[in-house]
């Protein structure tokens, strides 16, 4: 095994920065978000709430409490029962929500327009067979924009829940990817400010998603009007429900400079969407998903370190938070482990194509035991 050595320059500049220490050091500071969803009541398609819920009001104290300074909204977190109010009544309850948030000291991170409850969106939105109820997700969709503006992000999340089949034959496809630029295009024309970010995910609740990978989402945003307003949020879980590695669909959009946001959380192999707690099914894709965004220098950009996780079914009440103190801590540890990897070990193991090696300093880099 290679012998542990002090880093070369690499990527990251110095020991100070590598380790991210120290006051004026360059440390790159990450900020948590994560949405009112992610505080769960537990029911899932087999079973009715375990905990009690919590209102939208009694949820923002315990952000800060729990080291997050980020809010997601769907647009009826922040507007509940969106549909029977008017667009003055849907701005002023949005312009109270951004009141709350300013006095909790939080920041809206995105706004994404759920389109998966309504009876018009039982088949899709904006892949629906039907016009008017294309109609209705467009509208609902600049309706969240409009929302955005008011709670102060620029940011739309498209989650794009119901827009794919249960059975192939009963959507064209090419027609539903043509529709679906258009919705982008309509967004991207509502307000020159905007950015959308397309959250891939290649089924739950369909059978078959269109949009599945962030490659996917990617060349749908190279298509439209405004491809610098078009981006993408990958989730772990969702990266491997494709049989995707995360890290490596993060790379890509790095790459790319379209990762904009992430929901990291983990997933147990190929399943129901589990959102478990970051790092808790595979420490070793949890290391390496936080390499990828280190090396690209991802917090620098202003980007969110979202967290997508929920408390497990059978957690009782007493703890129904820890998962999201867990998947920070887990993140926040694996910073460290991102940042004092052996780089110079790392790359003599590369040089000399010594992969074992390499195996052996990353396990044992993970386990402590070097
Ligand atoms: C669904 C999912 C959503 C989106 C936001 O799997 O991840 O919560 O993140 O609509
Ligand atoms: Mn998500």
């Known amino acids: 095994m290679a012998k542990k050595t002090q880093p070369k320059e690499g990527p990251v500049k110095s020991k100070r920065t590598r380790e991210g220490a120290g006051e004026g050091g360059a440390k790159t500071a990450y900020r948590f978000s994560f949405?009112?969803?992610?505080?769960?009541?537990?029911?899932?398609?087999?079973?009715p709430p375990v905990r009690d819920p919590i209102s939208f009001a009694r949820k923002l104290p315990l952000y800060q409490e729990l080291g997050f300074e980020g809010v997601q909204f769907h647009d009826d977190d922040a507007v509940p029962d969106i549909n029977t109010k008017s667009p003055q009544q849907v701005l002023r309850q949005a312009q109270a929500v951004r009141k709350m948030l300013d006095a909790a000291g939080l920041t809206a991170e995105f706004v994404a327009p759920r389109l998966w409850e309504d009876p018009r969106t039982i088949d899709g939105g904006y892949t629906n067979n039907d016009p008017e109820n294309r109609q209705y997700a467009i509208d609902r969709s600049l309706q969240a924009i409009d929302i955005a503006a008011e709670l102060g992000t620029v940011n739309i999340v498209l989650w794009l829940a119901r827009e794919g089949t249960y059975?192939?034959?009963?959507?064209?496809?090419?027609?539903?990817?043509?529709?679906?630029?258009?919705?982008?295009?309509?967004?991207?024309?509502?307000?020159?400010?905007?950015?959308?970010?397309?959250?891939?995910?290649?089924?739950?609740?369909?059978?078959?998603?269109?949009?599945?990978?962030?490659?996917?989402?990617?060349?749908l945003a190279y298509l439209s009007e405004d491809p610098a307003r078009v981006g993408g949020l990958i989730e772990t879980a969702?990266?491997?429900?494709?049989?995707?590695?995360?890290?490596?669909?993060?790379?890509?959009?790095?790459?790319?400079?379209?990762?904009?946001?992430?929901?990291?959380?983990?997933?147990?192999?190929?399943?129901?969407?589990?959102?478990?707690?970051?790092?808790?099914?595979?420490?070793?894709?949890?290391?390496?998903?936080?390499?990828?965004?280190?090396?690209?220098?991802?917090?620098?950009?202003?980007?969110?370190?979202?967290?997508?996780?929920?408390?497990?079914?059978?957690?009782?009440?007493?703890?129904?938070?820890?998962?999201?103190?867990?998947?920070?801590?887990?993140?926040?540890?694996?910073?460290?482990?991102?940042?004092?990897?052996?780089?110079?070990?790392?790359?003599?193991?590369?040089?000399?194509?010594?992969?074992?090696?390499?195996?052996?300093?990353?396990?044992?880099?993970?386990?402590?035991?070097?």
Not at 181 to 202: D, G, T
């Open 167 to 219: 059975i192939r034959e009963s959507k064209n496809a090419r027609l539903a990817h043509d529709w679906l630029l258009e919705a982008i295009n309509r967004m991207l024309a509502h307000n020159p400010n905007v950015r959308i970010l397309i959250e891939p995910k290649p089924n739950e609740p369909m059978d078959q998603a269109y949009v599945p990978t962030i490659g996917h989402a990617i060349s």
């Open 238 to 370: 969702h990266a491997k429900l494709a049989g995707l590695d995360p890290s490596d669909e993060m790379a890509f959009a790095l790459f790319h400079k379209k990762l904009w946001s992430v929901h990291l959380n983990d997933q147990n192999g190929l399943k129901f969407d589990e959102d478990k707690s970051f790092a808790a099914a595979n420490l070793r894709e949890a290391f390496n998903q936080v390499r990828v965004l280190e090396e690209a220098g991802y917090a620098r950009q202003g980007a969110w370190v979202g967290l997508d996780v929920k408390a497990m079914r059978t957690q009782k009440e007493e703890s129904r938070l820890a998962h999201l103190a867990n998947s920070k801590r887990f993140f926040e540890l694996m910073v460290e482990k991102a940042r004092s990897f052996d780089r110079q070990a790392e790359a003599e193991c590369i040089a000399n194509r010594d992969y074992e090696a390499l195996e052996r300093l990353v396990i044992e880099h993970l386990l402590g035991t070097l």
């Open 35 to 47: 949405g009112p969803w992610n505080i769960h009541e537990g029911a899932d398609p087999f079973g």
